[in-house]
């Protein structure tokens, strides 16, 4: 983790070695939240000694430029650290109004099996004159990283921090430990994937011997989410027309799920309940979502289940993130 500079540094670094120690970090998404938070402390209150109400509520305030999600993101870890101050007798100042959570109507990308094809020609046509070992790195990750989005459904970051004692190559499962809502979960690989990332295990081995991370960066650290979103944008726009983005070959892997039930009986309830688990909600409120997504299947089950129907697919009232 970066160094914290400001006043608070030494609580900081104690608030995080017992959330990582409770299993309540996410390093994706709290680390640099709280370090910005250190930065801001460290540049406005040079000269100060405790936290203040006026610190906290100039950070906290929702900016003109943000959602109320977004300012939830950015100040979720903020007010988890003042609780932890508070109830260690650190701090008398007063947590800020978490902004109210807003649903989103947000439609991903629906891809064709061409779109996904040239998305793969141009993963599989990088370079192979690579100068330096990033280089040569990025050739050889890419091509597995997004295919193991693609067959998996886990969330990008599920899939950069994944560490190499996380990747059972032997029994081809994940243990994602880095999971929304701190849930801890496995993921069984298919069969092609499997064999894929032994392949890559053995060959990024022998480039980065003793690494930390099964997909490692510079520094013996994980990807960035840039370094997704980079990679995506360019080799989905090599080939393609359309705007998607790496997250959404999350939603396809649930869409393509569900669009098989109809062909394969209607025990759908238990199979709802396997693909959230293998997709890692906590609730199934999270998949139920996905009905909304696919055109046409709930006149299809409405159909098939009559009166049960609304029983079993009530109003969906929360939807997923894009991380």
Known sequence: MNKFTSFLAPLMGAYVFYQKASGHWNEASYEPNLLLFDRYLKKQYQKASSLSQQMVDGWCRKRDSETNNSCRSRIYVVVSFIRYLKKRGKTDVSEPMIPAKERRRYIPHAFTDAELENFFRACDSLPSESKTPEQRSRKITVPVFFRLLYSSGIRTYEARMLKVEDVDL??????????????????????????????????????????????????????????????????????????????????????????????????????????????????????????????????????????????????????????
Not at 218 to 237: A, M, P, Y
Not at 301 to 307: G, N, V
Request: proline share 3%; aromatic share 14%; net charge neutral.
């Open 170 to 323: 032997c029994s081809g499962t994940l243990n994602i430990r880095y999971s929304k809502g701190h849930d801890q979960h496995y993921v069984v690989l298919h069969d092609s994937m499997h064999k894929l990332l032994k392949i890559y295990g053995a060959a990024i081995g022998k480039q980065y011997p003793g690494r930390t991370y099964f997909f490692p960066a510079r520094g013996d650290t994980f990807h960035k989410r840039s370094w997704v979103q980079k990679n995506f944008r360019e080799l989905w726009d090599k080939y393609n027309s359309s705007h998607a983005t790496a997250y959404e070959l999350r939603h396809h892997y649930a869409i393509e799920n569900i669009n098989r039930w109809t062909d394969e009986g209607f025990g759908f309830d238990a199979k709802l309940s396997y693909l959230g688990k293998s997709m890692g909600h906590s609730t199934l409120e999270s998949t139920r979502y996905y009905y909304s997504l696919v055109p046409g299947l709930a006149d299809i089950l409405e159909e098939k289940t009559a009166t049960d129907f609304k029983n079993i697919i009530p109003e969906v009232d929360c939807e997923e993130s894009n991380q």
